[in-house]
């Protein structure tokens, strides 16, 4: 079982560009949470996505969207770049429990 | 006032140390309690969770809540230096379970 896989790993962007991050999630995993981390935080909620659908946001600009396939891997998208994105970008899987397992996260760094 | 509090640390322990760290949240609908260990560059891993109050044990680890004070606490006997990390406290949503809410994390170092 491959865990929760994010990819890239790390990514350099300039304000004001789009960025897209993807996840897939553990395998029999249906749900997908994105999370936001900042330098000496613990992660922020964004969204989550289940049934391909949006099930809830956390308090994130519309800026921030997402999408998720039939097969459940997931992609997060970012508008406008502005300097405070830059994060560890944390994806999240979970099967209807509370358990939730994190993939090794996306380093954006915004110049 | 933030939903889960959590002491920053740094916490500096020499090894064999029994380490306690700590949380405290507001919203007392919360019934399930999950702490994540953080190695520097990697995402968070599952270490306990843990349903309404009292103890669950595994190997060197006990996570203890107490739900009439709105505390809860992670314990680390014989800790080792690859016990430093970063430890999360969070909680999910009373209504969804997708949606954790994590405290600041606390940074801790075993010194050898």
């Known amino acids: 079982d491959a865990g929760v896989t994010q990819s890239p790993t790390h990514l350099i962007k300039t304000r004001g560009q789009q960025v897209t991050l993807r996840c897939s999630p553990k395998s029999g995993h249906d749900t997908v949470s994105w999370y936001q981390q900042a330098l000496g935080q613990g992660p922020q909620f964004i969204f989550q996505y289940y049934e391909e659908e949006e099930r809830q946001r956390g308090n994130f600009p519309d800026r921030f969207s997402g999408h998720q396939f039939p097969n459940y891997s997931s992609e997060l998208n970012v508008n406008a770049l502005l300097l405070g994105d830059s994060a560890l970008y944390l994806c999240a899987s979970s099967a209807g429990t509370a358990e939730a397992f994190f993939g090794q996260g996306t380093r954006l760094t915004v110049v | ?112």
């Open chain 2, 1 to 112: 006032q933030k939903e889960v509090e959590q002491d920053p640390g740094p916490l500096s322990v020499p090894e064999g140390a029994i380490v306690s760290l700590n949380c405290t949240y507001s919203n007392s609908a919360f019934q399930y309690f999950m702490w994540y260990r953080q190695y520097s560059r990697k995402g968070p891993e599952l270490l306990m969770y843990t349903y309404s109050s009292g103890n669950k044990e595994d190997g060197r680890f006990t996570a203890q809540v107490d739900k009439s004070s709105k505390y809860i606490s992670l314990f680390i006997r014989d800790s080792q230096p690859s016990d430093s990390a970063t430890y999360l406290c969070a909680i999910p949503s009373a209504s969804s379970y997708g949606k954790l809410t994590f405290g600041q994390g606390t940074i801790l170092t075993v010194h050898p």
